[in-house]
């Protein structure tokens, strides 16, 4: 079992910037891949952006150019940076841990708006 600590949310402004912060009780390169999933009201929840241990990355296309996903290995963190923020990114966003794991982060509220 892993715990899954998510933390950065908040509200900025149209353009603006956010990191969003996921540390994880255990060491995240025995886990196959971690992401960022999002859920805006009345909407399903999606994936955001994705790492595997090998580093290999995967985005939304909604995302592509504007976010990027990091680890830091040695803190067993993973990062969500979320550049040129736009209204439609509001949303809880969930870190989550793959294989062996398939856990859930409670999730961290991001709002855009001015």
């Known amino acids: 079992q892993v715990q899954l600590v998510e933390s950065g949310g908040g509200l900025v402004q149209p353009g603006g910037s956010l990191r969003l912060s996921c540390a994880a009780s255990?060491?995240?390169?025995?886990?196959?891949?971690m992401g960022w999933y999002r859920q805006a009201p009345g909407k399903q929840r999606e994936l955001v952006a994705r790492?595997?241990?090998?580093?290999?990355?995967d985005y939304a296309d909604s995302v592509k150019g504007r976010f990027t996903i990091s680890t830091d290995d040695a803190k067993n963190t993973v990062y969500l940076q979320m550049n040129s923020l736009k209204p439609e990114d509001t949303a809880v966003y969930y870190c989550?841990?793959?294989?062996?794991?398939?856990?859930w982060g409670q999730g961290t509220q991001v709002t855009i708006s001015s």
């Open positions: 989550y841990a793959a294989y062996p794991y398939d856990a």
């Open positions: 255990r060491n995240i390169v025995s886990i196959n891949s």
């Open positions: 790492i595997t241990n090998l580093g290999r990355t």
